[in-house]
């Protein structure tokens, strides 16, 4: 029973993940027999339109330079958003001071803004890179900011009393009490870098999954373009469901 134990549990959690994607494939594949038309392409359709692309070497290179610039800008904004909200959170006045234009810039469409990005960045991988992490980067600070402003003093107080110095404290207190929250923000940043990411692909880049989203589109080939999709949310789609096992994780150790 000990040895099955994990199996049976691991097949239900791959059972739990599967469980969708294959409806829903099972779910376009009838609706295109149904319709069977020219512009909804089948699943089969779909993934040769992809593996057409994958022969194509500026589609590789595409590939390998979206993943190049998104790892960048997810990293820039899952470290800057870190040690920005910490900063902010450590101050009940720089918190509420920042708080609302934070939230405020998060709320704009950003995409409105990217002919400001090109202005004073240029067209190039620098712009997209910037215009990634505007998007990753405001909530990771806000989610760190709110969890480093919750901390419990109690807590902070204990480690003064017993005169622990600012970096035991740090190692010992706070970190362990911001892990969850830094876990939950990175997951979140991933997906909000690569929208970020994705769009200003399509509108100025000459390598990148956006650009040759947008070439598909303007080509009208209807089942590369979901092919495309199909890759694109594979590709965010997993290292997304490690962050959230890895988040599940830490919350059961806690």
């Known amino acids: 029973m000990t040895r099955t134990a994990p199996f049976s549990r691991i097949l239900s959690n791959l059972l739990v993940v599967l ?3 294959v409806f829903v494939f099972v779910l376009w594949a009838v609706v ?12 089969l359709e779909a993934i040769q339109g ?8 500026a589609y590789r290179i595409s590939i390998l330079t979206t993943i190049r610039l998104l790892l960048l800008s997810w990293i820039i904004s899952v470290v800057g958003g870190a040690l920005i909200g910490f900063g902010l959170g450590l101050s009940a006045f720089w918190s509420k001071v920042f708080a609302t234009p934070m939230f405020a810039f998060y709320c704009i469409p950003l995409v409105t803004l990217y002919p400001v990005f090109i202005i004073f960045l240029g067209i190039g991988e620098l ?23 919750s901390i419990d003093r109690n807590l902070l107080k204990l480690g003064d009393a017993l005169k622990l110095p600012w ?15 830094l876990v939950s923000g990175a997951r979140i940043a991933l997906g909000l870098t690569m929208i970020g ?3 200003a692909g399509m509108v100025s880049a000459t390598s990148g999954l ?15 373009i979901t092919g495309q999709i199909i890759f694109i949310v594979i590709l965010a789609v997993i290292p997304g469901l490690f962050l959230r096992w890895m988040e599940q994780r830490v919350s059961r150790r806690r």
């Not at 992809?50 to 070497?57: K, P, W």
């Not at 712009?127 to 402003?149: E, K, N, Q």
């Not at 947008?214 to 009208?220: G, H, L």
């Open 127 to 149: 712009a997209r890179v910037v215009f990634a992490i505007a998007h990753g980067l405001p909530p990771m600070a806000l989610l760190v900011m709110g969890a480093t402003a």
């Open 167 to 181: 970096y035991s404290k740090l190692a010992k207190i706070i970190i362990p009490a911001l892990v969850p929250t």
């Open 197 to 199: 990411l994705i769009l």
């Open 210 to 224: 956006g650009h040759e989203l947008v070439n598909n589109i303007a080509n009208a080939r209807v089942a590369r």
């Open 32 to 43: 295109a027999a149904i319709v069977d038309n020219l512009v909804f392409p089948n699943p």
């Open 19 to 21: 469980a969708l994607p």
């Open 50 to 57: 992809l593996i057409t692309d994958f022969g194509r070497e």
